[in-house]
């Protein structure tokens, strides 16, 4: 390469500098914009939030075994899955209503007061993820403990114990929720807990 080459590609390159220069300063504009832009929709969308230790409380009224709707805002209960109203499943030698009955077991433990939830997020389906109380007794756990739900990302020691005594599903036989509802076209959710809780949280944020 000639010199006379050498000083044109060197003037190219330092004509180059700046231009890079610029194109760098315009795109740390622009994303320090979108963050600006992040952090006024999380300002507006805060105080829709179902926030963690937030509490509903009211009536309650019974949707099915792992869900209900309290002081109107719906509720489904968090780590537990429950059979579906639909479901059926198998207890001596017999096909019985176990949608139904896991429904009435958790009408009975939310009767005859008011009904407490402490919110951790919201489902894709904008139900409220949480932890509900009915006086004395944590509605996910007794669900669980006797046997008319299973563990869904929290719970496990519960079912375990349930399983052992042969309580409610445990009876018999039955197919867990979550598989009943991939064959015959139901709501599809994720269990509960680890990156389904923050996706969650994320819903509720956003609102998607």
Sequence with gaps: MTRRNLRDSGARRAGMRPRARRRRRLADALLALAAFGALAVVAARAPLLVRPHETLHGPAR??????????????????????????????????????????????????????SCEGSGRDRYGRVLARCTAGTIELNR???????????????????????????????????PQEWRRV??????APHGGLSAVWGWLRGLFGF
């Design 62 to 115: 019974v949707a099915d075994g792992d869900s209900l709707v309290v002081g109107g805002v719906r509720v489904r209960l968090e780590g537990i899955d429950a059979p579906e109203l639909a479901q059926t499943c198998t207890r001596g030698g017999r096909d019985y209503a176990c949608g139904r009955e896991a429904q009435a077991a958790l009408a009975r433990l939310a009767a005859g007061g008011t009904v």
């Design 142 to 176: 007794a669900m669980v403990e006797a046997g008319w739900a299973v563990a869904y990302g929290d719970y496990g020691a519960q079912e375990t114990a349930a399983r052992r005594a042969g309580r409610g599903l445990w009876a018999g036989s039955f197919e867990r």
């Design 184 to 189: 015959h076209g139901g709501l599809a959710e």
